[in-house]
């Protein structure tokens, strides 16, 4: 798929481990951490709507390599960031330059992060944004369940959608992320809803998406919509309407829903 030009607006890369804290509009006050190269993208997803522009490094797998930040070095650069601060972040969360759970020591790194939290901010939780990609894989799953937040996304109920708009790398299943989520201990599910022609706003979509949910049994379901740049031509956000219908129908599959 040929990409359009990107618009203005898209957010800029992170240029190194820690950033923030972050005022998030689901977490409060969270301090991020990019366990992915600087101001490199690398993610097994292309969504249409990605805040940070289209994906170049469009992988599945990445091997160790010098660009990607080592487990120490992690270690070292949040210390330094949980002693410095006066006021301690609400949560520590996993995010950045793309998906963490590509990192090839995601799990290593789980565990000294919660060692440093447990110490030096022992009221912070620990979190992650995840596009799910990885879910199927038993060892993410089991760091996963590490953490005290689980956000995962899931924005799509019919292959062709997810398809048209996530565009996964190939060997990214939607039934393959449907089965993983539902057996990640307590998740969240995230799901961006856009309307137009590239959107994913549609009935029979929506009904797939709500049939997903009821499978994974989430603990809750965070929906929202474009509220930053975007790359992708023939969108527009969700309005009102269109997500209370979406909330409504959520409900009453008898699945906690919030609109953000």
């Not at 005022?23 to 006050?29: A, D, F, I, K």
């Not at 997803?45 to 940070?52: D, G, I, L, S």
């Not at 190939?170 to 998740?187: F, N, Q």
Request: charged share 25%; glycine share 6%.
């Amino acid at each position: 798929m040929a990409c359009p030009k990107e618009i203005n607006m898209l957010l800029e890369l992170q240029k190194g481990i820690i950033y923030g804290p972050v005022n998030s509009r689901r977490l409060g006050r969270s301090l991020g951490i990019n366990i992915l190269p600087a101001q490199r993208k690398i993610c097994p997803f292309n969504c249409v709507y990605c805040q940070y522009g289209w994906t170049k490094d469009h992988l599945l797998r990445i091997n160790p390599n010098p660009d990607l930040p080592t487990v120490n070095a992690v270690k070292e650069t949040l210390k330094k960031a949980l002693i410095s601060t006066d006021n301690p972040p609400a949560y520590i969360t996993f995010s950045g330059n793309g998906e963490p759970t590509l990192h090839p020591d995601f799990s290593q790194i789980v565990e000294e992060v919660t060692i440093l939290r447990d110490r030096l901010a022992p009221e912070a939780k620990t979190a992650i944004l995840s596009n799910s990609a990885l879910v199927s894989d038993k060892s993410i799953r089991k760091a996963l369940s590490r953490l005290d937040v689980r956000i995962m996304k899931l924005d799509c109920g019919t292959p062709d959608i997810f398809k048209r708009y996530n565009q996964p790398c190939p060997g990214v299943d939607l039934e393959a992320i449907t089965k993983g989520l539902s057996r990640v201990p307590d998740v969240d599910i995230q799901a961006l809803v856009s309307a137009g022609r590239a959107g994913n706003l549609n009935t029979q979509n929506t009904t797939a998406w709500i049939e997903r949910l009821k499978h994974i049994r989430p603990l809750s379901v965070q929906l929202y919509t474009l509220d930053r740049g975007y790359p992708a031509k023939n969108l527009r956000p969700a309005n009102r309407k269109e997500l209370d219908d979406i909330k409504a129908r959520v409900q009453k599959a008898g699945i906690r829903i919030g609109v953000f």
